[in-house]
């Protein structure tokens, strides 16, 4: 299989992830922090959507500027409130979805060195691209935990 398709359906594939971990999850709910120390749900997806906007940007993409997400969701924030409610960041990790699938089909280099965010290292695209979709199942499965903590049932 091609590598920009891979890359774009692995991480089509978490927005069905992101859909089944979101039924019942109100705005109230998402934006509430389900145990001390723990983030809110709406926190943890404004992170990924902020992620997913770095991943965008490795790639040669531009996603409109907008300073809110590194200033809400950087790495070490305090995860207790999002600037937008659950809906629309919904809304706004679908944007980014369809800026990540298109940069995603255009690069042609994935051997090239990039920076990766997470780890603070320089390392081959491919590879930071494979860390930032683990990173980014994380805060998934952390939102599938949290449905539980606020008494949803599990979803998958």
């Not at 145990?35 to 790639?59: D, I």
């Not at 706004?92 to 090239?112: G, I, P």
């Amino acid at each position: 299989m091609e590598r920009g398709k891979l890359w774009r359906n692995s991480y089509g594939n978490n927005l069905r992830l992101l859909e089944m971990n979101s039924v019942g999850l109100t705005p109230d709910l998402a934006a509430q922090r389900p145990a001390e120390g723990v983030s809110s749900a709406a926190w943890l997806l404004g992170h990924v959507v902020a992620a997913r906007r770095s991943v965008v940007k490795l790639l040669g993409g531009s996603p409109p500027e907008d300073p809110a997400w590194a200033e809400h969701y950087s790495r070490g924030g305090s995860g207790a409130t999002a600037h937008l409610a659950w809906p629309e960041l919904v809304l706004a990790l679908q944007a980014v979805d369809q800026q990540l699938k298109e940069a995603f089909m255009s690069e042609t280099d994935w051997d090239r060195p990039a920076r990766n965010p997470g780890l603070g290292i320089e390392q081959p695209l491919e590879q930071v691209v494979a860390f930032m979709f683990m990173h980014e199942c994380y805060h998934l499965g952390q939102i599938g935990i949290i449905r539980k903590l606020l008494g949803l049932p599990g979803a998958i």
